[in-house]
């Protein structure tokens, strides 16, 4: 049986724990699926390179608002595909190969599942390891649905290698990864119909947020709120889903499926138990703040962890394991006060810190401002009417709590307000202590910080 001085679970983020710090260690890494893991193959990396070229049609078709005479006039669907996946199946393969080629590293290109404390099964191979780190990842959950699994849908994970553009496409989700991909599809040509069981798209962001958002997208789309999937299936050709809406049954038709309705930890077949890892309720690895397991000489990071599953989240806590390996005497601690998160969608959202919604249940005593682009400079030159800045202080501290945007650059923009978060500013040292360039969208960040 062999023995390893460290095993890793997952070549996604966990690919990076190795260091030049362990030359002289005896590393395997078990992975079954590409090098990379989800953002690189099936999520962050592809899915906004599609965004971009959608944002590229979107424009192209409403410039005459603009006073240009531009239009959109289709998309070569395989020549979209066949650029981005060209240019990331490299990068996976290449992964796999530079680690391949290290002397001190063993790839198992299969499952691992732990059938002892530091021990595990990997293909047929029982190995053991002084250290392990489990970054095993999430995976596309699929809602029980009759015919469901017959009927040829797609998640994420499929459905940008379709090989030709759909017609008519349906999503079943308000989640952003339905948001941005339904919109992908949208800007390219398809017919979108979303399908939704709640009354809002984005349900977790700040009710401004989410409300101006879903107003967005009642626009663009066909889209069923509070809404039940009863059945799907394949006809002639066809996806036909029976629905319920208001205790009325009826059918909507597509050419293709998205189901979109969130991920699940991959630790369903990692028999946890045997390795004396415990896990929460929902099936997460519980880990401390060391990123430490319940087992000896087991840390987890990423997806397999926290529900929150990004990748900037990940790659931080994939440097905290890293340190604390070679470190465990002098170990640091993650850092999830101020976890940002975006949504590239057509429009943008970007978020930090608490909504509204979440002060009024906390207690917390706040004053907010809602700023639209529209009031500054730039936003004149977008002609923009609908995108917003809104921005939450505690009303004792004047430290800013939340921020919250929609818009273009969303994600650029909210770049500022996390750091200021994060250095402990006021508001008014935010606002005033710096500047801000004329006549730049920035301006509209410092416009609603002034408000407060």
Same mark, same amino acid.
């Given at each position: 049986?062999? !023995?390893?001085?460290?095993?890793?679970?997952?070549?996604? %983020?966990? &690919?990076?724990?190795?260091?030049?710090?362990?030359?002289?260690?005896?590393?395997?890494?078990?992975?079954?699926?590409?090098?990379?893991?989800?953002?690189?193959?099936?999520?962050?990396?592809?899915?906004?390179?599609?965004?971009?070229?959608?944002?590229?049609?979107?424009?192209?078709?409403?410039?005459?608002?603009?006073?240009?005479?531009?239009?959109?006039?289709?998309?070569?669907? *395989?020549?979209?595909?066949?650029?981005?996946?060209?240019?990331?199946?490299?990068?996976?393969?290449?992964?796999?190969?530079?680690?391949?080629?290290?002397?001190?590293?063993?790839?198992?290109?299969?499952?691992?599942?732990?059938?002892?404390?530091?021990?595990?099964?990997?293909?047929?191979?029982?190995?053991? +390891?002084?250290?392990?780190?489990?970054?095993?990842?999430?995976?596309?959950?699929?809602?029980?649905?009759?015919?469901?699994?017959?009927?040829?849908?797609?998640?994420?994970?499929?459905?940008?290698?379709?090989? +030709?553009?759909?017609?008519? #496409?349906?999503?079943?989700?308000?989640?952003?990864?339905?948001?941005?991909?339904?919109?992908?599809?949208?800007?390219?040509?398809?017919?979108?119909?979303?399908?939704?069981?709640?009354?809002?798209?984005?349900?977790?962001? /700040?009710?401004?947020?989410?409300?101006?958002?879903? +107003?967005?997208?009642?626009?663009?789309?066909?889209?069923?709120?509070?809404?039940?999937? #009863?059945?799907?299936?394949?006809?002639?050709?066809?996806?036909?889903?029976?629905?319920?809406?208001?205790?009325?049954? %009826?059918?909507? =038709? @597509?050419?293709? *499926?998205?189901?979109?309705?969130?991920?699940?930890?991959?630790?369903?077949? *990692?028999?946890?138990?045997?390795?004396?890892?415990?896990?929460?309720?929902?099936?997460?690895? $519980?880990? &401390? /703040?060391?990123?430490?397991?319940?087992?000896?000489?087991?840390?987890?990071?990423?997806?397999?962890?926290?529900?929150?599953?990004?990748?900037?989240?990940?790659?931080?806590?994939?440097?905290?394991? =890293?340190?604390?390996?070679?470190?465990?005497? &002098?170990?640091?601690?993650?850092? !999830?006060?101020?976890?940002?998160?975006?949504?590239?969608?057509?429009?943008?959202?970007?978020? $930090?810190? *608490?909504?509204?919604?979440?002060?009024?249940?906390?207690?917390?005593?706040?004053?907010?401002?809602?700023?639209?682009?529209?009031?500054?400079?730039?936003?004149?030159?977008?002609?923009?009417?609908?995108?917003?800045?809104?921005?939450? +202080?505690?009303?004792?501290?004047?430290?800013?709590? @939340?921020? !919250?945007?929609?818009?273009?650059?969303?994600?650029?923009?909210?770049?500022? #307000?996390?750091?200021?978060?994060?250095?402990?500013?006021?508001? &008014?040292?935010?606002?005033?202590?710096?500047?801000?360039?004329?006549?730049?969208?920035?301006?509209?960040?410092?416009?609603?910080?002034?408000?407060?």
């Amino acid at each position: 049986m062999r !023995h390893f001085d460290l095993l890793i679970i997952g070549a996604g %983020s966990g &690919n990076s724990v190795i260091g030049p710090e362990h030359d002289d260690w005896d590393i395997a890494v078990a992975e079954h699926g590409a090098f990379g893991g989800t953002c690189l193959n099936v999520g962050c990396i592809p899915s906004k390179m599609f965004v971009y070229a959608a944002e590229v049609a979107s424009l192209a078709a409403d410039s005459q608002r603009l006073g240009i005479n531009t239009s959109f006039n289709g998309v070569n669907w *395989l020549a979209v595909r066949d650029r981005i996946f060209g240019r990331i199946d490299p990068i996976a393969a290449g992964g796999l190969s530079y680690r391949q080629g290290m002397p001190n590293v063993t790839v198992y290109t299969d499952t691992a599942r732990f059938v002892g404390p530091r021990r595990v099964v990997v293909g047929d191979e029982t190995v053991t +390891a002084e250290r392990i780190v489990v970054a095993a990842g999430a995976h596309p959950a699929v809602p029980e649905i009759e015919g469901i699994q017959d009927c040829g849908y797609h998640t994420s994970d499929t459905i940008m290698r379709l090989d +030709a553009l759909p017609q008519r #496409l349906l999503v079943i989700g308000g989640g952003y990864i339905a948001a941005e991909l339904g919109s992908v599809f949208g800007a390219f040509g398809s017919q979108v119909t979303f399908i939704l069981r709640g009354d809002t798209f984005l349900r977790p962001e /700040d009710d401004d947020i989410r409300q101006r958002f879903t +107003a967005a997208y009642e626009q663009r789309f066909d889209v069923h709120f509070d809404t039940r999937v #009863l059945q799907a299936q394949r006809h002639n050709g066809e996806i036909v889903l029976t629905v319920e809406s208001d205790g009325r049954r %009826s059918e909507l =038709r @597509g050419d293709e *499926l998205l189901i979109a309705t969130g991920r699940q930890p991959n630790t369903r077949n *990692l028999n946890a138990a045997a390795g004396e890892i415990e896990l929460d309720q929902a099936g997460y690895i $519980v880990t &401390n /703040d060391e990123l430490r397991t319940s087992a000896e000489g087991v840390w987890a990071l990423g997806d397999v962890t926290n529900p929150v599953q990004l990748k900037h989240v990940a790659n931080h806590e994939a440097r905290v394991v =890293r340190h604390n390996l070679t470190n465990p005497d &002098n170990p640091v601690h993650t850092d !999830h006060r101020f976890i940002p998160h975006a949504v590239f969608g057509h429009p943008q959202v970007a978020s $930090v810190g *608490l909504t509204e919604r979440e002060c009024q249940q906390r207690s917390i005593p706040y004053s907010c401002h809602v700023q639209p682009y529209a009031a500054a400079a730039y936003g004149w030159a977008m002609e923009d009417t609908d995108s917003a800045v809104k921005v939450i +202080a505690h009303a004792e501290t004047r430290k800013l709590v @939340g921020a !919250h945007i929609i818009g273009p650059q969303a994600s650029t923009l909210i770049q500022q #307000l996390i750091q200021g978060m994060h250095f402990d500013l006021t508001v &008014n040292q935010m606002a005033r202590e710096q500047y801000y360039i004329h006549p730049a969208l920035p301006e509209v960040v410092e416009q609603a910080l002034l408000e407060l």
